[in-house]
């Protein structure tokens, strides 16, 4: 077994260092783009996660398969010259979540082959999550953490088991490691109308979820793979909201964060990270929170580049309408025909739903962004702008950041260059919280 690099959050985190990673978990160009050349430019590794729903065997919202994910991440990766060593591979929410419609068989057996694509395609970060209900669960009945440690063992032996196969073709082929647990709200985010408030992960729930996989490690003949398991998803009392978040407050984790020191092999890992301040991102890495997840927060910043560019086309088009792009009336256009990646999250009237549809942080349009009609729209948008050049005075409007980076020589005064800067931003959030660079 080739041991992954990984473990050595674990080990500068024991060790008392206030080192951890963040997860750029997109299966967007721009995004991975951004993510990848960011890393090359601050030498530092890189983790970029597929969730359950983006990709799968059958090749999810996407269109793409696990090994196809790979394949488009190594094509930029190696267009850029980034050093592939240094690029993790995750799968993310990995288990029934997208087949829970089904009975429980049907469900973990195609929760099986979901492991065995991402695992075979070489992904050595793999969170297995069998926290929600399958249709042959009782609906009246709250899912024990035996029952959902149990199915999560039986995915983790179908790693184990591929992993293995994997070896005979590639010997130099990465041992996956394991993130078990979940957070509240559901992957996605939240769908409630009321705002009830984010609870921090109670001690004593955590210590029960590490103890059911533990034993559910065991009774599968796993033991052994149990200290492969490097992280347990928590709650710490972050999420994003449509004008906002519930920012981290460290006390009110307190209690959660030493916790951890009783556990020496394992880490936290924080979900729905997205839009902390630098400040908190970088307080859940000093309190032991040593992987971030974010994506809305990602996209949310391309949706903004996009349409500061598309507000800067109707100026420079002003007297051409027939050419404009018109992406964010696509876009909006695209949302209003086919609701379905946001109607049960967004609630209000009219007015704000047409809000929160353009500018939600938590960036339902990303679902969006693949479509055909869309993707062409802002190709047309990037074209026009690439014939008419984006205007310095425009440009400090719309992107003032980009504006004196531009001046500055540091980027090009290109759409595509703007877009990119504009998520390393966001990047730069994480990066000044992670100290990643310290790791490998």
């Not at 003949?221 to 909201?241: A, F, R, Y």
């Not at 404009?324 to 946001?342: G, P, R």
């Not at 992107?399 to 290109?414: F, L």
Request: hydrophobic fraction near 40%.
């Amino acid at each position: 077994m080739n041991e992954n690099p990984l473990v050595q959050l674990v080990k500068q985190q024991k060790a008392g260092k206030a080192v951890g990673i963040y997860s750029a978990c997109s299966a967007n160009k721009y995004v991975i783009k951004a993510t990848l050349l960011r890393g090359k430019d601050d030498d530092s590794c890189v983790l970029i996660e597929s969730t359950s729903n983006q990709c799968d065997q059958n090749g999810g919202y996407t269109g793409m398969t696990p090994m196809n994910f790979k394949n488009f991440v190594l094509e930029i990766a190696n267009g850029i010259g980034f050093n592939t060593s240094k690029l993790f591979l995750g799968g993310d929410h990995l288990g029934p979540l997208t087949f829970a419609s089904k009975n429980e068989d049907e469900a973990m057996n195609d929760a099986d082959t979901l492991i065995k694509h991402y695992v075979g395609a070489g992904f050595t970060k793999i969170h297995i999550d069998t926290s929600m209900k399958l249709a042959s669960d009782d609906a009246n009945t709250r899912l024990s953490d035996e029952i959902i440690a149990a199915r999560g063992a039986r995915l983790a032996r179908v790693a184990e088991e591929t992993y293995a196969e994997l070896l005979k073709t590639n010997p130099e082929a990465i041992a996956p490691v394991y993130i078990v647990g979940s957070e509240v709200p559901i992957p996605g985010g939240a769908t409630s109308a009321i705002d009830e408030g984010v609870q921090v992960t109670k001690v004593e729930d955590m210590k029960a979820t590490v103890a059911a996989f533990k034993n559910a490690f065991d009774n599968e003949g796993l033991s052994d793979t149990w200290n492969q398991v490097i992280s347990v998803v928590v709650q710490p009392g972050v999420e994003e909201k449509d004008s906002g978040c519930s920012e981290y407050d460290r006390e009110k984790a307190a209690d959660l964060m030493a916790a951890m020191k009783n556990f020496p092999n394992l880490v936290y890992e924080g979900h729905s990270t997205d839009y902390q301040t630098k400040y908190k991102l970088k307080q859940l890495i000093e309190d032991g929170v040593a992987i971030l997840k974010v994506g809305p927060g990602l996209t949310f910043a391309m949706r903004e580049a996009i349409f500061a560019l598309a507000y800067i086309e109707k100026e420079v088009l002003h007297h051409d309408v027939a050419k404009q792009s018109n992406f964010i009336e696509v876009l909006e256009t695209a949302m209003m025909e086919e609701n379905k990646y946001w109607a049960k999250h967004y609630h209000g009237n009219d007015a704000e739903l047409r809000i929160k549809r353009k500018f939600s942080f938590s960036d339902r349009s990303r679902y969006y962004m693949p479509t055909t009609n869309v993707s062409a729209t802002l190709d047309t948008l990037i074209a026009n702008l690439r014939e008419t050049g984006v205007p310095l005075n425009l440009l400090t409007q719309f992107m003032p950041i980009q504006y004196t980076k531009v001046r500055e020589g540091i980027i090009e005064n290109d759409p595509e260059a703007l877009i990119i800067d504009r998520i390393i931003n966001t990047l730069d959030e994480y990066l000044f919280a992670t100290n990643q660079k310290e790791l490998f």
